[in-house]
């Protein structure tokens, strides 16, 4: 998708996430809980083929969608 602005990471949407949180939810425990399983491989709805290290990649993405603030991190 970097033809149309995506970044060459794996990555969690901004906009399809604040779309698909609930009000006042949040949707990282869903991810937590997807993390815990055993893949290396992902083929994703709007991305490329991960054929490895895509447990990784994804552990990555869901730490920069959910880091919290510095200020909040105290």
Known sequence: MPWVGFPKTTL?????LALMT???GSL???FERLL???FDRLLSAHGSLL???AKQAVARAVERAFA?????RR
């Open 51 to 53: 054929a490895s290290g």
């Open 12 to 16: 969690l949407g901004p906009i399809w």
């Open 36 to 38: 815990r399983l055993d």
């Open 22 to 24: 609930p009000e006042g």
């Open 68 to 72: 919290k603030p510095r200020a909040a």
């Open 28 to 30: 990282e425990s869903e």
